[in-house]
């Protein structure tokens, strides 16, 4: 049995390839903070995590392709590991969600060139119109925790290294996805939606 499943695997692996990709897009796609066009065409995720400065930069191209592109969907999936305020504004920024207050107060965030706290976050927060004391409630909810854990789960399944990480193909899968690690340039990423 087993050396029929090694034959089929040489005899098809160009085509295992070619899936493989698929596979992956559809469980990260239909998860995280969906911003620009929720019925576009072609997705773009991004795995990220708020203490990068490269995610930081990435924030705005991303901004930018949605201006260009109105059939641009892109999910955006924190994933809060490089220290502990990671976790506390990657939780305030999927609570702000909650509120309607996502994409303003996530971009606030990325554009904020002051050392990240917890204190720094809430007042910005609050800077943004958000109820501070419904922001910490949902922060420290069952939801919030868990789509962050499902994040890092996902990201971990994937092989995620660099940060960002951005994903782009067709939303239905039709096609194989392209990937690409750390920052990257506008031109880059456009090249990879209109080829999409």
């Not at 773009?44 to 490269?54: Q, T």
């Not at 420290?140 to 994903?167: C, F, M, R």
Request: hydrophobic fraction near 45%; charged fraction near 15%; proline fraction near 6%.
């Amino acid at each position: 049995m087993l050396k029929k499943i090694f034959y089929y695997l040489y005899k098809h692996w160009k085509a295992i390839l070619l899936i493989l990709p698929l596979m992956l897009v559809i469980p990260i796609a239909n998860a995280g903070i969906v911003q620009g066009n929720p019925r576009g065409t072609i997705t773009l995720v991004e795995f990220f995590d708020y203490a990068c400065p490269y995610c930081q930069v990435m924030g705005n191209t991303i901004n930018q392709l949605m201006k260009n592109n109105p059939e641009l969907r892109v999910v955006y999936r924190p994933i809060p590991i490089l220290n502990r305020i990671s976790w506390f504004a990657a939780s305030s920024v999927i609570a702000a969600s909650h509120q309607q207050n996502y994409q303003i107060f996530h971009q606030a965030l990325l554009n904020n060139h002051q050392p990240l706290s917890e204190n720094a976050i809430l007042t910005l927060a609050a800077h943004e119109g958000l109820n501070i004391d419904q922001l910490l409630s949902d922060m420290k909810s069952p939801a919030v925790q868990q789509e962050l854990e499902d994040n890092l789960a996902v990201a971990n399944k994937l092989g995620v290294k660099y940060l960002p990480t951005v994903i782009i193909g067709k939303s239905q899968a039709q096609r194989p996805s392209t990937v690409f690690y750390g920052e990257t340039g506008i031109s880059q990423l456009q090249a990879a939606i209109t080829n999409s």
